[in-house]
């Protein structure tokens, strides 16, 4: 039986692997989130899934070590599964170099970082709007296995 103290530290992974997946979305950066996907649940390597969705390998591994530092490997994966279509779905405040949130002119390259110092309450909501989505559709799951 799971602690309160292991209830916590799950739930404060999830949020840290949703947040990080809801501001690589906020930033539209969704083809790194799908060479993620391609890459970590897919289990591409990580040549083909970088090349089949334009970014650097140098780079998905980069960021496959970022996101597997927020949590325990089998949740990340877990976690991108069943959030994925809501991943995907995430509006992005970025585009085109220019930041809707704050009307802000922004470098491409500058996107992420912005919105982490700038937005941090717009990726907090959009994880707990993911993790929402997830909750309820987990217990649509449940339903209908018990029906």
């Not at 799908?34 to 089949?52: I, M, T």
């Not at 990340?76 to 069943?82: A, C, E, H, S, T």
């Not at 500058?110 to 919105?115: G, S, T, V």
Request: a positive charge; glycine letters at 2%.
């Amino acid at each position: 039986m799971p602690t309160a103290e292991d209830r916590r530290k799950l739930a404060e992974e999830r949020r840290a692997v949703l947040e990080y997946l809801a501001l690589k979305a906020l930033a539209d950066k969704k083809n790194v989130l799908q060479a993620l996907y391609d890459y970590l649940v897919l289990n591409e390597s990580p040549s083909k899934a970088a090349e089949k969705h334009g970014i650097q390998k140098t780079q998905l591994k980069s960021t496959a070590y970022q996101l597997m530092s927020k949590g325990r490997a089998a949740l990340v994966v877990k976690l991108m599964q069943l959030a994925w279509p809501f991943i995907m779905e995430i509006e992005p405040i970025v585009e085109n170099g220019y930041c809707k949130a704050c009307n802000t002119v922004i470098h491409t390259n500058h996107a992420e970082p912005h919105i982490a110092v700038r937005h941090q309450d717009v990726i907090r909501k959009t994880a707990q709007e993911v993790e929402k989505k997830l909750r309820e559709s987990l217990a649509k799951r449940k339903q209908v296995v018990r029906a």
